[in-house]
């Protein structure tokens, strides 16, 4: 199945609430649909682009995209692995490299009329996702913590890194609110120095916190390795990997206890699935997470998920936006994350963004 043509559609999505992080804060979900076309189907996917972790937006996926379609037009489809190694000559530009591979599996599976995760080894169709609080006042963040729990969700996931004491409080009100049932993880996004970290691991250790999500600056990773000898919570790895290699170095300077991919860091699915499998072999466990995506970038990372059978999923961007583009946006029943058992992605658009 040749590919005959690639097309982007840029969206901008406004969120229902505005999220904050300790890096900054967002508005929309500026992201880009891309198209494979093919004789007989086209394949979907998404490129969600990060400034703050990867150095994207949607321009400059719109600038390589025509370098993308040079190197690859008129491959097969089924070349998948061929496809991603041409790309690996192109550097950076992960996302932009990540709606094309989603795009080729979402026709691989419509070719053979398999869904995705079928063709990735697993007849599971759903998964617990954690919600995430952004940064916000205390007080507010209680009564979302509140809401998320009636709606079923088993696992909130805290954003902090701001402002250390004000951290502490945030983790501890919310705990105290919703009482022990409910898994609490923390993400910093890179915000604090060696000495905030630690003090804010000792300070949050007694409210039973799973892990703690990228403490400090990515490239830090000897330090992330000495502050992990001394801490009780486990800490897991976001901005600091974004490729095999990454993993690598994490690996060797035994800096994490958790890693967590990402499609759009990752290149798409190809090299997300050799980043897994190096992190089973070294016993880290796995979070699967998103950036700002609609329902179709969150079905590739939850059909990614079911097959590697990922530890944590933190899939949950699509809940906060306005509108999503899909007809039948990623279903979530008291917290768990459905895929759609139709063929590829199994995710069919709305008429603007066919
Ligand atoms: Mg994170």
């Known amino acids: 199945m040749k590919i005959k043509d690639i097309a982007l559609q840029e969206i901008k999505i406004p969120l229902k609430r505005v999220f904050t992080i300790a890096s900054g804060s967002s508005e929309y979900a500026n992201n ?23 150095g994207e937006n949607a321009g400059t996926v719109k600038e390589i995209f025509p370098k993308i379609k040079e190197k690859i037009n008129d491959l097969e489809v089924e070349d998948i692995r061929e496809i991603s190694k041409i790309l690996k000559k192109i550097p950076n530009n992960q996302s932009a490299k990540a709606g094309l591979d989603i795009a080729l599996y979402d026709l691989l599976g419509k070719k053979y009329k398999v869904p995705l995760n079928e063709i990735l080894g697993t007849s599971k169709v759903s998964k617990d996702t954690d919600i995430t609080i952004g940064i916000m006042e205390n007080n507010e963040a209680v009564n979302l913590a509140y809401e998320y729990v009636n709606d079923g969700f088993k696992s909130l996931k805290i954003k902090v890194g701001k402002n250390l004491k004000n951290d502490i409080e945030r983790v501890r009100m919310i705990r105290d609110s919703i009482g022990n049932k409910i898994e609490l993880r923390v993400d910093a996004n890179q915000g604090y120095n060696f000495h905030e970290a630690r003090e804010f691991i000792n300070a949050i250790n007694k409210f039973e916190i799973e892990f703690i999500e990228q403490p400090l600056p990515y490239y830090l990773l000897d330090k992330l390795s000495e502050l992990r000898l001394q801490s009780s919570i486990p800490i897991m790895l976001d901005e600091s990997l974004k490729s095999i290699r990454d993993l690598n170095e994490i ?15 990752t290149s798409g699915i190809t090299d997300a699935l050799a980043i897994a499998d190096l992190a089973r072999a070294y016993d880290l466990k796995i979070m699967v997470g998103c950036m700002s995506e609609t329902s179709l970038g969150i079905a590739a990372s939850m059909h990614f998920a079911l097959a590697i059978d990922a530890d944590y999923v933190d899939l949950d961007s699509h809940f906060n936006l306005k509108e999503d583009i899909a007809e039948n946006p990623i279903k979530n029943v008291f917290g768990m994350n459905y895929v759609n058992n139709d063929p590829g992605l199994g995710i069919y658009l709305k008429d603007e963004y066919l």
Do not use: R
């Open 251 to 265: 690996i060797s300077k035994k800096a994490a206890d958790m890693i967590n991919i990402k499609l759009m860091k």
């Open 32 to 54: 880009l649909i891309v198209k494979v076309l093919t004789d007989e189907y086209i394949g979907y996917g998404e490129s969600s682009p990060s400034l703050h972790v990867l």
